[in-house]
């Protein structure tokens, strides 16, 4: 019998256990959302957004001569799965600064004569030129270019579809000759690890000040709430600053990762950086009642930062709907142009459009920071 009583309280007491932890759970309403949507998140980010296998990657072409079989090859991969014909560049000069800028990722160049040499069975060269600072995202699709331009030329009886292709594709794969991918990895990890270190400080900046009670002190002091802000901001921007310094340096002492831009314009555009994501962390510790959601909150906000800013799957191969929210994420124009100042020496002139993005973000971050400390301490 005294062992059946001591049964039922142990029941009893786990019971009672159980129902106190999911009232508790009911009440922390971010924490039970946040245990709904990620798995949800990553379901449909792994499902619907990444592809191995990026598809209608942007490409440019330049064409010497307007014939049928520069027309045949041009239908050919306006059609194709794997390229997306985003214009015809003018010039070689043109479609170089298309490619170190990002707006495309290939670029064909038929040259004079292509068709005449075609004819005669003199071997003529098309040229391909492939932004490889995303190696995975260019091997694919240069590996399926001559199958696609020769079914085209074959289709248009250029080609004898029983003999070998009369003519040679020559490969200039830009940026990264090698395709080592320590060059696009590192860069991109300069990204993803200051986003995650400054929004994680940030977040649990407020929340822990308000925890510990002594965040009423801090206000009771002759010292204005912006200044609080600033004086929270400041020392991870300091801290930002040196992990990039660190992560830059190791890359290019142990990986040989160039830098081949201007030091000056990636200072800037870190720096930048940085404060958008410390502006959104601070805007999360505002929001959160206790560390653990300030947490919470900062993976969310980090999940898709390291999925849809191109850092492990090519940005263009990505869907539209995908493309739209990673060009919302502060990471992805840092990326583009990280990568583009380090590995392919681009400019302002070349990456205004990401400076112009990067900038927007970190004001609006900042402005919604601000809004919200005033906001919590009204």
Do not use: C
Request: glycine share 8%.
């Amino acid at each position: 019998m005294s062992a059946l009583t001591a049964t039922v309280g142990f029941l009893r007491r786990v019971g009672a256990m159980i129902v106190k932890e999911f009232i508790q759970l009911r009440r922390d309403r971010v924490t039970f959302a946040t245990m709904i949507m990620i798995p949800l998140l990553q379901l449909i980010l792994f499902g619907y957004a990444i592809n191995t296998t990026p598809r209608h990657l942007p490409t440019a072409v330049f064409a010497h001569e307007n014939t049928d079989a520069s027309r045949a090859i041009l239908a050919a991969l306006r059609n194709t799965a794997f390229f997306s014909f985003v214009k015809e560049a003018g010039s070689a000069e043109e479609a170089e600064h298309m490619i170190r800028a990002g707006e495309v990722l290939f670029f064909v160049e038929i040259p004079a004569g292509f068709e005449r040499a075609l004819r005669r069975g003199d071997q003529p060269q098309l040229l391909v030129a492939a932004d490889a600072t995303d190696p995975v995202g260019s091997a694919n699709a240069l590996a399926a270019l001559a199958g696609v331009v020769g079914s085209a030329l074959v289709r248009e009886r250029f080609v004898d579809a029983a003999g070998a292709m009369p003519f040679e594709i020559v490969q200039h794969r830009r940026y990264n000759p090698a395709g080592t991918s320590q060059l696009n990895i590192v860069p991109g990890l300069l990204g993803t690890i200051l986003t995650m270190t400054m929004l994680i400080y940030t977040a649990l900046s407020v929340t822990r000040e308000t925890e510990r009670g002594t965040m009423e002190s801090l206000l009771s002091m002759p010292i204005h709430p912006v200044e609080i802000m600033l004086g929270k901001i400041i020392p991870y921007v300091l801290v930002g600053i040196v992990q990039a310094i660190l992560i830059l340096g190791s890359g290019m002492v142990l990986f040989g990762v160039p830098l081949e831009g201007s030091a000056i314009f990636l200072a800037v555009a870190t720096l930048l950086f940085i404060t958008a994501n410390l502006s959104v962390g601070y805007t999360f510790s505002t929001l959160a009642q206790n560390q653990l959601q300030a947490v919470q909150m900062s993976f969310m906000f980090f999940l898709p930062s390291i999925l849809l800013s191109g850092f492990m799957f090519p940005f263009s191969g990505m869907p539209l709907w995908a493309q739209w929210i990673g060009e919302a994420l502060p990471l992805t124009h840092y990326l583009r142009m990280v990568r583009g100042i380090l590995l392919k020496g681009a400019g302002f002139a070349d990456l205004r459009v990401d400076a112009a993005a990067l900038v927007a973000l970190m004001l609006l971050a900042m402005g919604i920071a601000v809004a919200r400390f005033r906001q919590t301490l009204d």
